[in-house]
């Protein structure tokens, strides 16, 4: 039910974006564009719209794209970390010519309001007061000023010389409380507008407008799991990021960036399943239902899982190496060889090195 709630959400966008004049620009990949050296991975739809940005295209496209945004991936392990948003998600957007904003605008908030059926007096604006060219034209009644620090409103996107200013649109839920939906953003070089993206994610919009607890009930892999459980949640986010780099053929290594973060991303994975007492059973189900629900039943689960219990042997390799070390060192300070200082700085540099221990379980192996 929830992958068809989705789908209808991007086929109204779609619709309304056709009958608008607006032509479909196919999605990339999760790798951006060869020219763009600013992201590893697409995190957002203006990154399949930079080259018509930087090229000075005046056509009105529009697009859909699978998002991937590693920003838990430093912080899932600590131990009170809590995931707001998952790593991968939904998003649909288009670029708009700057002749055609002030058009446009409205014809959005029709597409809310009659397409989308959201109540008029739910639908709010965030903006910066300054930015009038963002918000003239829209019902005062649904405009709020000034509410966030300013970088909220302000947009980078790794084009020199490029940035923007937006507002974002928001959905009022029955405790009155806002929540941000997706934005519309005015995109300028230091001589001119270059145009405007207007765009909003899946699961973000499913949830706002459904009022649903949090965002992870707009995700179909939760069917079946405790979504309330947060160290399952950061294995399921672990999992759709593994899914999502997997999908375009990436191998975990250290020979460059990209497979850097796939090799950390299987690494954390292992960790989480300990934490969450799933075996390698478990971890498999999670993945076919990453697989089902965000990838068409496409991915190749049986390379998945060889990797996965790669990155786990490796880790229980680099433990048990560390131990018998560590037991070699104590020894060299119980006779002297070593004072308690040189100890703990060849641990350290043990822990670093070729016998990684994760730095949120090293407590247990220097005590």
């Known amino acids: 039910m929830l992958n068809s ?3 209808n959400i991007e086929n109204i ?3 309304y974006m056709k009958n608008s004049g607006f032509f479909y620009k196919p999605e990339l990949t999760f790798l951006p564009s060869k020219t763009d050296k600013s992201l590893y991975f697409t995190n957002a739809t203006v990154a399949n719209f930079k080259d018509d940005l930087l090229n ?5 496209l529009f697009t859909k794209q699978k998002c991937l945004r590693l920003h838990n991936t430093s ?3 600590d131990k009170d970390f809590q995931v707001e948003w998952l790593s991968l998600f939904n998003m649909v957007g288009c670029l708009i010519p700057p002749e055609h904003l002030d058009y446009q605008k409205q014809n959005f908030i029709k597409m809310l309001t009659e397409a989308y059926k959201i109540d008029g007096k739910k639908l709010f604006f965030l903006v910066n007061s300054r930015d009038v060219n963002l918000y003239k034209n829209i019902p005062t009644q649904m405009l709020v000023f000034d509410n966030h620090p300013e ?4 947009w980078t996107f790794g084009m020199p010389e490029v940035d923007g200013q937006g ?3 928001a959905f009022k839920q029955k405790n009155g409380k806002l929540i941000d939906v997706g934005n519309l953003i005015q995109i300028k070089n230091s001589e001119k507008i270059l145009g405007y993206e207007f765009a909003f994610g899946l699961e973000c919009f499913q949830w706002a407008k459904e009022g649903y607890t949090s965002i992870f009930d707009a995700y179909p892999i939760f069917d079946g799991l405790d979504k309330n459980n947060n160290e399952l949640v950061k294995c399921v986010d672990t999992v759709l990021g593994i899914s999502a780099i997997e999908s375009v053929n990436i191998e975990p290594s250290n020979k460059d960036a990209r497979g ?3 090799k950390k991303l299987y690494r954390n994975l292992v960790y989480l399943a300990e934490n969450c007492s799933l075996n390698n059973r478990d971890v498999r189900n999670i993945f076919i239902k990453s697989s089902q629900s965000e990838f068409d039943a496409q991915l ?6 060889k990797n996965y219990s790669g990155s786990k042997a490796l880790v229980n390799c680099q433990r048990n190496a560390f131990s018998t070390r560590k037991e070699t060192l104590i020894e060299m300070y119980k006779s002297g060889q070593i004072n308690q200082a040189k100890l703990q700085e060849k641990l350290l540099k043990l822990a670093n090195g070729t016998c990684y221990i994760a730095p949120h379980e090293r407590k247990k192996y220097f005590n």
């Open 56 to 60: 000075g295209n005046n056509r009105k």
């Open 260 to 262: 850097q973060i796939l």
């Open 151 to 154: 970088k909220y409103y302000n």
């Open 300 to 305: 190749n689960i049986s390379r998945i899982m």
């Open 5 to 7: 709630d989705r789908q």
């Open 13 to 15: 966008f779609f619709d």
């Open 75 to 77: 912080k899932v392990l």
């Open 167 to 169: 507002l974002t649109f």
